[in-house]
């Protein structure tokens, strides 16, 4: 069976396609630069770009994975959550092919498209797992019992990991995405500089608007020449505060739940910091990590492609009335 995957929930516009046989055939990736002046993304803007992006991204899955529509057997489109103009270009494109080539339509629940990022390349990871997925809308812990089967055990209270680094990176200066740049910017540098505080949530819930006012007051306090000259410590210090709460989180989930394989997803797990960091820890405490290539962490239509095979091997697609929806909750096969 081949997938054709399709991703436009926020500002790339991606398509990929994958095969049972002979895995991911193809993934194009087109990211949109016109939101970088404003500093993050422009709903408006990000809608209009995917609606010209769409079909030559689509066109180029299929040519570089060397097939033609025809080819396709099935077709998964991130449905929600995310923004809603955006999701709608990709799932209108989804339904018009799964309609004019009469293949099923497959929905998939954008958090569950990036789990799956880690079943891309062999080897797959076991069950029972816990993915930690940290991204620039979602920081949640989730356990996953089985192909498809998932409980949430905690998720943020306020703002994703992803959405602190751009808040940061925008208030700096930095630029959007902001957590490549503070990435850039902290390597090497003095994460002890500034002791900001981690919060103290309970659970495996998370928190990071205190951090965010705690780094903006700290700034906010010294001479701009100071900041200037100690920006890459102050940096390397939120990022180091923003690491800490994760990993400990992370960590009691794997040790309260028995479990001894963690997932990492979504584009902060891109960030260097946070995966030496638990690498570190798997090594000390014996469990199994799963990272997956840098290309799959951030927004891409392999994952989607890969979540969507599994749907359609378990028998479950969507109906052509698919409408996308800004706020969706992860259910998996059993609903
Ligand atoms: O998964 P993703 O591409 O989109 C969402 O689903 O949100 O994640 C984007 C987020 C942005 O907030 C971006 O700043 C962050 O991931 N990000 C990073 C890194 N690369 C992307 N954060 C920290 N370090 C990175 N290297
Ligand atoms: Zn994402």
Redesign the pocket.
């Known amino acids: 069976m081949t997938v054709l995957g399709i991703e436009t929930?926020?500002d790339d516009t991606s398509a990929a396609v994958y095969d049972t046989e002979k895995g991911l055939l193809s993934l194009v990736i087109s990211s949109q630069m016109e939101h970088a002046e404003f500093g993050g993304v422009v709903p408006e803007l990000a809608s209009r770009a995917h609606l010209s992006l769409i079909l030559p991204v689509i066109d180029q899955a299929l040519s570089k994975a060397n097939l033609i529509l025809d080819d396709i057997d099935s077709i998964a489109v991130t449905a929600g959550p995310g923004l809603v103009g955006s999701l709608l270009v990709g799932v209108s494109a989804g339904k018009a092919i799964a309609l004019a080539r009469n293949i099923p339509l497959i929905g998939v629940h954008?958090i569950e498209g990036?789990i799956y990022s880690n079943f891309i390349a062999e080897p797959f990871p076991p069950y029972p797992s816990i993915a930690l997925v940290v991204?620039?809308?979602?920081t949640e812990l989730i356990m996953m019992k089985a192909p498809l089967e998932y409980e949430v055990l905690g998720k943020t209270r306020d703002d994703a990991a992803g959405e602190a680094f751009d808040k940061i990176a925008k208030l700096l200066g930095l630029g959007y995405p902001g957590g490549p740049a503070i990435e850039k910017k902290a390597h090497g540098k003095n994460s002890s500089f500034v002791d900001f505080p981690i919060s103290k949530v309970p659970g495996y819930e998370f928190s990071f608007s205190g951090l965010k006012t705690a780094v903006k007051v700290y700034v906010n306090g010294k001479e701009e020449a100071f900041v200037r000259c100690h920006l890459a410590d102050i940096l390397a210090s939120f990022q180091q505060a923003v690491v800490q709460a994760l990993v400990e989180k992370t960590l009691k989930a794997l040790t309260d739940y028995h479990v001894d394989t963690l997932l990492l997803a979504?584009?902060v797990a891109a960030n260097r910091a946070l995966r030496d960091r638990v690498s570190a820890e798997a090594c000390r405490l014996g469990f199994t990590l799963f990272e997956p290539p840098i290309i799959y962490c951030?927004?891409n239509a392999a994952m989607i492609a890969r979540a969507g095979h599994e749907r359609l091997m378990s028998g479950i697609t969507s109906p052509l009335s698919l409408s996308p929806e800004a706020r969706l909750p992860l259910r998996g096969a059993k609903g």
């Open positions: 929930s926020c954008h990036h991204s620039g809308g979602h979504g584009g951030t927004d």
